[in-house]
């Protein structure tokens, strides 16, 4: 049989997800990974996991292993409402929305809203999952410049003045891949331009909470709610295999992405919701948030010491209050990709920053660096074999 004949137009954009490919190596046990990018599991609460079982068991019994409505299991409606309430979003629990991962609701925004050729407006660099989902739908990428504070307003003024686009996607607090964060000034400017131009943004918030140091900073939709569609997921903060995220957004919005659910999943995992509920309501969260961020803080700090002290000339890294990444840039000239190989060799693995711009030119003097899944004496001797593979290619 012709398999490739069966195939949809839409999947000519579809491909592996270059990253995945190159960290096939990375299984190795020899080799640090920096190149990751998933939560340690040691940041799971486990000692707690049996007790909300029961707790889900004893409260919800039958209930919790039955169908249930798109929109949510109610009880976790009421506590992820009480959840943004405190990052200042105001949504009533029937106005908050539960998906399959905030990966669930990227992919129902794009099936939504994108039709071939339509122009969305991105950091670059930016999120790769946000681009697996948007592009079987074939839109067209407008890539907006950033620097140490995020997103410029002035590149997304000057986009949005000379292209109509759909939405803007972005990631404002410890983005995926830079770690960088919008500044309160940047993310009021933002929510100004996006409120003149009258468009959509798409905020995915996925790493607020994993704040090390500063103050926090509002979402852009406390600023400019009729304008934004807020994403978060409790993947960082509880378990990503459970798969809970989350959304608030304009009611018309809202309604429109139930109908896009219910024809891919009918509803996220009862039971898991169920355990999320608990989790949350029984105030685990607040207690397992500091266990968690004491985990990931002294680890980003031996990797950011470790990179000031041993990076060669040349070479920068920002610092950045949260999140799981750190994004170090080479001199100009300077090509990652290739530093790969001898970077394996040597011992270690890291993300080239290329693989998530949509410009294949963009970015060739870029790394992203994870730190939540190493210790930090392991981290230190990464950054040390890092280090010496950049001198060795570098001559
Ligand atoms: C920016 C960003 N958005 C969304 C996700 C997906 O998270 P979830 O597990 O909630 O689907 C991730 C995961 O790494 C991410 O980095």
Sequence with gaps: MDYQNLLADRTNLMQ????????????????ISLAGGIP?????????????????????????????LTEGFLPLQKQISI?????????????????????????AIAKLTISKGDKIALEAPTYLGALSAFNPYEPRYISMDMDDEGLIPESLELTLNAHEIKFIYLVPTF???????????????????????????????????????????PAIQTLAPDHVIYISTLSKVFAPGLRIGFYAAPKFLREWLVLVKQGVDLHTSTFNQALAAEYLEGNYLSTHLPRIINIYRPRQKAML????????????????????????KG???????????????????????QFFYTHP??????????????????IETGIEKLAAAIRTVQG
């Design 40 to 68: 340690s599991p040691e940041s799971f609460p486990m000692d707690i996991i049996q007790e909300l079982t029961n707790n889900v068991l004893k409260k919800y019994k039958s209930t919790a292993f039955q169908y249930d």
């Design 361 to 378: 030119k963009e970015g060739l003097e870029t790394m992203r660096l994870n730190y939540t899944m190493a210790d930090e004496a392991t």
């Design 305 to 328: 010491d470790a990179l000031n002290r041993l990076l060669p000339q040349g070479f920068s890294c920002a610092p950045s209050d949260g999140g799981m990444f750190l994004w170090v």
């Design 175 to 217: 983005q995926n891949p830079t770690g960088r964060s919008l500044s309160l000034e940047r993310r009021i400017q933002i929510a100004d331009i996006i409120q003149k131009h009258n468009v959509l943004l798409v905020e995915d918030d996925p790493y607020s909470a994993l704040r090390y140091k500063g103050d926090p900073l």
């Design 16 to 31: 592996a997800n270059a990253i995945r490919e190159i960290l096939k190596v990375v299984s190795n046990p020899e080799i």
């Design 83 to 107: 959840l943004l309430e405190a990052r200042g979003i105001k949504a009533l629990p029937d106005a908050v929305n539960i998906t399959s991962g905030s990966q669930g609701v990227l992919d």
């Design 331 to 353: 001199p100009r000239g300077f090509k990652a990709l290739s530093l790969y190989d001898k970077a394996i060799e040597n011992g270690v693995a890291f993300v080239p920053g």
